[in-house]
Nanobody
Framework: QVQLVESGGGLVQAGGSLRLSCAAS????????MGWFRQAPGKEREFVAA????????SYADSVKGRFTISRDNTKNTVYLQMNSLKPEDTAVYYC????????????WGQGTQVTVSS
C-alpha cells in the first residue's frame, strides 16, 4: 500500500500562485510516475500533470501548460505542483496519484486538497 497526503491548497485571487505538495509513504518502491488530477464541481476528474520518477520527464494538460510546473524530490518521496497565473476555472479539488506500471492507470490516490481561485 501507498499512502498519499496532499497539502498547500487554499483560496487565492486570480493571477496568484499556490504550491501543492504530495508526500508518499508506505511501499513506494516501484513507483513509476506521480501525477496530479483535479475535479471541479459537476465535472469529471481530469489530468493536470505527471512526472516520471526515474528521469523527471513531465507531461501537462493543455489547459495548464506554461502556468503549472510539476517537480519531485525522490529523497523525500514528494511531488510538487507549482501553480502560477491561476484562473477561476482552476478551482477544483486537486488529487495526487501514484502509478506503479507503464500503462495509464494510477494505482493509489490521495484525499485531495481544495484550490479556490476568486475572480
Amino acid at each position: 500500500q501507498v499512502q498519499l497526503v496532499e497539502s498547500g491548497g487554499g483560496l487565492v485571487q486570480a493571477g496568484g500562485s499556490l504550491r501543492l505538495s504530495c508526500a508518499a509513504s508506505g511501499r513506494t518502491f516501484g513507483t513509476v510516475a506521480m501525477g496530479w488530477f483535479r475535479q471541479a464541481p459537476g465535472k469529471e476528474r481530469e489530468f493536470v500533470a505527471a512526472i516520471i520518477r526515474s528521469d523527471g520527464s513531465t507531461s501537462y494538460a493543455d489547459s495548464v501548460k506554461g502556468r503549472f510546473t510539476i517537480s519531485r524530490d525522490n529523497t523525500k518521496n514528494t511531488v510538487y505542483l507549482q501553480m502560477n497565473s491561476l484562473k477561476p476555472e482552476d478551482t477544483a479539488v486537486y488529487y495526487c496519484a501514484v502509478r506503479r506500471g507503464f500503462g495509464p492507470r494510477y494505482d493509489y490516490w490521495g484525499q485531495g486538497t481544495q484550490v479556490t481561485v476568486s475572480s
